[in-house]
Structures are given as C-alpha cells and as structure tokens.
C-alpha cells in the first residue's frame, strides 16, 4: 500500500518528521508498534516505530535518522510524494502499568519512539519521569510534546550543551536508585539500553528495551530480526519489539546488527550507471 506524504518537518540535523496518509493503521495502532515502510521501488524495507497519529487527518506520524541509503531517500521525499510501501501496525503494543512511578529513557532519534510510550504512561494514571540523550542542544527533538505528557523531563548533552553534562544512563546514576520506579522503558542505541539494563539490574525496576534488530519482512518468516531474551530465540517483529531489558543479550544482537555494516557502505558508495538506484 502506497501512502501519501502530507506534511515534512526538521527536527535536528539528519532527523526528520514525515506524517503520511495512513487511515487504517492510524485506526489501530498502539503504543510501542511499529510499521515497515519502502520509500521508493528500489528501496529497502526498513521498520520505524509510530510516533503519533491524527484522526482528523487520517494520518501517522514517523521519525527517520538518515543514516543509510534507505533512510537518506525516505528524508529526500516531499510533501506530495507517496511511499512505495508501508505496512502496519506491526508487532505487540508496549505494556503499561497504572498508578506507578515510571521512567522513560531514550537516546538519540529513540526519544522520538519513546514520545507514544510517555503520553500511554500518563494516560494510565502513571506519574512519569522521563530522561533523555542528544549529542548536544541542537540534536534535542520533540522537547515540548515530551514535556506535554510527562511529569518530570531531564536532559543529558554528550558535550554538556544542554541540561546534565553526561549520557543519559549518567543522568540517571545522578537522579535515581534502588526503588526508584517500579517499572520503565528503554529505547536507543544497544550499548545505550545494555547500559541502562546492567545500571538498574538489583532496583526491583521492571524495565522494558524497545529493541531494534535488523527486520525485513516483519512477519516472523525470516527470522532476521531474532534475538535472544533470557536464554530463549525470540523474534522481535512478532514477540516484541519489547523485552525484559534485563534479559536480552545486548552483546549477540549488536554483532547481528553489524553483519551488514560493509554493504551498507558499498550502497552508500554505489552509483547505477543504468539508473536503476
């Protein structure tokens, strides 16, 4: 299914909002599922966690971290154009506890997949306390609608920018301990969610990872995306994407999602002299 691309806005260098005309998933979804999309016919399939979504629009809204050849064309698209693809809602909503003290962590363009989580939190009748990672001020995205839904909201800076001089798992380190919360919600780069995982295993925390493993048909048929979770093969397009954080094995998933590292090179380099992609 083709879906149209009704409105496009820069949040940070390389991070892009795309709402796009999706009036059936925007019916169903919830938070923490995710959608695969193709930008163009060439193009590779790649899964994006929706972000938001307008009734009144009809429409979703996705984040995209151009960082590769598939998400460098989805970025290029404009207002007007359509995604070759898109398939949804995708994969098991994220589960929500009531009247609790929760955190919310993210790092990077995963602040933007944490956004739905935080609002289905507060939603709950949770008090919510969230704590997020950028490079530096200029990479801080969706600060107002974050702190829109949450009850508290820190920020860590890698070079000290803005709010806590630090990473995120720091700020955490500074703000919190044993008893803190009684359950949360991880989402951003594996060595980030491993991080926070081994900083909060012996709180009592139950603390959830949005994980992001390599995914191509989002079925659960080919078997790219599995990852494993307490000792058992789970695959995250169908089980997940979300897992008992402290029971992933961070270290197996970040050498899978590295198995391709050369090709994606190759195909940032690669010019078709047949115009072909």
Known sequence: MSALILDKRQLAPEITLLEVEAPRIQ??????????????????????TIVDSSAERH???????????TTREAVAL???DALCDLVGPLGEPAEICTGERVLCMAGGVGV???????????????????LCGARSDAYRILDAELRACCDELHWATDDGTYGF?????QLLLS???PGSFAEGHVIGPIPMMKAAAEATRGWGLKLHASLNPIMIDGTGMCGGCR???????????VDGPCFDAH???????????????EMEQLALRHECRLGLG
């Open 27 to 48: 019916k169903r979804w919830r938070a923490g599922q995710f959608i695969i999309i193709r930008p163009l016919a060439h193009s590779e399939r790649i899964p994006l």
């Open 59 to 69: 429409s979703i809204t996705m984040v995209i971290q151009a960082v590769g050849k």
């Open 78 to 80: 404009e207002p007007g």
């Open 112 to 130: 933007a997949e944490l956004l739905p989580v935080a609002r289905a939190y507060k939603e709950a009748g949770n008090t919510v306390v969230a």
């Open 165 to 169: 001089h630090g990473n995120v798992v």
């Open 175 to 177: 703000l919190a301990g």
């Open 227 to 237: 990852v494993t979770v307490g000792g058992q093969v789970r695959f995250a397009c």
């Open 247 to 261: 029971e992933v094995d961070f270290d197996e998933m970040t050498r899978r999602n590295r198995a391709y590292r």
